[in-house]
């Protein structure tokens, strides 16, 4: 099985996610340095998984994102499929080998696709999940440009 790029990516912010205070909303650049990610890619990932329903995104100055269900109901399949869609085998012609060989061989992969699947349903994010030391957990920096204008209309 090979896992792609933006399910990796997709994996990591949803972890980085799980040490943000709860409901904080992080910013995607914040998000994308500490995992040492590309900024614009992240960006359509955390879209799709906001699509999804595993994110949740917030607009604005003081806007992010964070989770929208906890690790215990996001599973690894649910990561998977949001950013890759369905798993499912894929055949290159297969021309050469005798028909019933082909269907034999189709059934088998569709067979072992299925419990491959299966199994990634069972496996949920919180498994995964190390707690980072409180220093170097998500915290989201308050606005200057907020501060400032709050003094000013004091």
Known sequence: MRMSRASAYAIGAVLYLADAPQGEPIPCSMIA?????PERFLLQILR?????GILRSTRGVEGGYS???PLTKVT???IMEAVDGPLAPEFPPLNNIHEKSKTRLEDVL???????C???ARVRMSEFHVPRP???????????KTKSRKRASR
């Open 33 to 37: 340095k500490a995992g040492e990610m």
């Open 48 to 52: 799709v998984l906001v699509n999804h």
């Open 67 to 69: 989770l929208l269900r």
């Open 76 to 78: 690894l399949l649910d």
């Open 110 to 116: 569709r067979k072992i696709n299925a419990e491959s």
């Open 118 to 120: 299966q199994s990634m």
């Open 134 to 144: 409180v220093k170097d957990r998500p915290k989201k920096e308050k606005n200057k």
